[in-house]
């Protein structure tokens, strides 16, 4: 019901910043929210943001609170991630799902995933 387009990955210094974008299509009009996911090799799969599709409540993980913001411009069916103050450790692939129907509903529509990489 829900395709998901990751954009805006790339390679970033210590310091920089970078500007995710999930563009999404279909029957959007369906979801309840939006979350950016990152996979570090050898790592568990990271929730690092969320947000109500057609809304502005948002939340963080504790990691990325203070540098990342996640927004939505809903006329363009597109949530954003923006990271500032990027650090070595925020590399990893950035995955964009949508959580449909309720806010207990499961994360079940995932786009292809964008690399990120920080270096020191």
């Known amino acids: 019901q829900v395709q998901l387009v990751e954009s805006g990955g790339g390679l970033v210094q210590a310091g920089g910043s970078l500007r995710l974008s999930c563009a999404a299509s279909?029957?959007?009009?369906?979801?309840?929210?939006v979350g950016w996911f990152r996979q570090a090799p050898g790592n568990e799969r990271e929730l690092v943001a969320t947000?109500?599709?057609?809304?502005?409540?948002?939340s963080y993980a504790d990691s990325v609170k203070g540098r990342f913001t996640i927004s939505g411009d809903y006329a363009k069916n597109t949530v954003y991630l923006q990271m500032n103050s990027m650090k070595p450790e925020d590399t990893a692939v950035y995955y964009c799902?949508?959580?449909?129907?309720?806010?207990?509903?499961?994360?079940?529509?995932w786009g292809q995933g964008t690399q990120v990489t920080v270096s020191s």
């Open positions: 279909g029957r959007t009009f369906s979801s309840y929210a």
């Open positions: 799902a949508v959580k449909s129907g309720s806010r207990w509903g499961e994360y079940d529509y």
């Open positions: 947000i109500r599709w057609g809304g502005d409540t948002t």
